[in-house]
């Protein structure tokens, strides 16, 4: 019969035991299992799968991003180097190169423009997932418990800053945006003549559709089309966005990193042209 008076196990912090759960999966108020997990499936695969993607990822953009050289090749402009904001950029005829940081930026002009995407990724719920199992092992899978003492969950700093997410989803915006008139100025050839099609006019219309597919279908958009009604009866056009939001965030796995390979091989096909390893093929 409880007393009122019952001590916990010894050896634990009072302050802990007072607050079921903040000792995670060894806390005295779950039961207690002795082995790490029950799992008897290669359940290990998928994090580190997943870990292995998105280090082959930052390995490449993070080369990319300092190499600051042979990211332009007319008509196509590297997707990590656009809008150019530095006097430093290479000439780019008709896009985005506008010289708001003038001639002190002496850095790769690709460092100015990669925080807004970078950031929209980093804070998005997806990759949270994806690198909290894959890299912090928070947890590394279902029904396997994680090595950490205790969980704060995204309380205190410095994943606490994951709540700015949306704010990133508004700078994201606009990028994609500049990267779509990026895809219609790929309608030219190498003399800034309209009315061509090349290979690399391809990649980056796949590119830039998966770019979209991948903002829209952020959970943040879907939050903001239709999050906060509601009557969705008396909001019919909105009502019927959030449906095919919906949609899109049902595949938002998918889609992160579709992106994500689409754009890394935007930037790359832009880097074999720039070297010379051969010549853009032209449809017509």
């Excluded at 779950?30 to 359940?43: K, M, Y």
Aim: hydrophobic letters at 45%; glycine letters at 8%; a positive charge.
């Amino acid at each position: 019969m409880a007393t009122g008076t019952e001590q916990p196990p010894s050896g634990t912090d009072p302050a802990t035991a007072a607050r079921p759960g903040r000792g995670g999966v060894h806390d005295p108020s779950r039961a207690t299992i002795s082995a790490a997990h029950l799992r008897t499936d290669r359940w290990w695969l998928a994090p580190a799968a997943t870990a292995a993607g998105l280090l082959a990822f930052v390995v490449y953009s993070t080369w990319r991003a300092f190499a600051n050289g042979d990211y332009y090749a007319a008509p196509y402009v590297s997707p990590f180097y656009s809008p150019c904001l530095a006097e430093n950029c290479e000439p780019m005829k008709g896009g985005p190169n506008w010289e708001i940081f003038g001639s002190w930026w002496g850095l790769s002009p690709a460092l100015l423009i990669l925080i807004f995407p970078l950031g929209f990724r980093l804070t998005c719920y997806y990759y949270r997932k994806a690198y909290y199992r894959g890299f912090w092992a928070s947890p590394p899978a279902c029904a396997v418990a994680e090595p950490h003492k205790a969980y704060t969950g995204e309380t205190r700093f410095p994943l606490i800053l994951q709540n700015i997410h949306r704010y990133f989803f508004y700078a994201a915006l606009p990028v994609a945006g500049i990267l779509t008139y990026d895809t219609v100025l790929t309608f030219r050839d190498a003399s800034y003549e309209w009315g061509h099609m090349g290979l690399g006019t391809l990649v980056f219309l796949v590119n830039i559709a998966l770019i979209w597919a991948y903002t829209l279908s952020c959970h943040s958009c879907r939050h903001i089309v239709g999050g906060r009604l509601k009557h969705f009866s008396r909001h019919p056009v909105r009502y019927r966005l959030w449906g095919w939001v919906g949609k899109l965030n049902a595949r938002h796995m998918q889609l992160a990193w579709a992106s994500l390979l689409s754009v890394a091989l935007a930037d790359f096909y832009v880097y074999l042209l720039a070297v010379g390893a051969f010549a853009d093929p032209r449809f017509f």
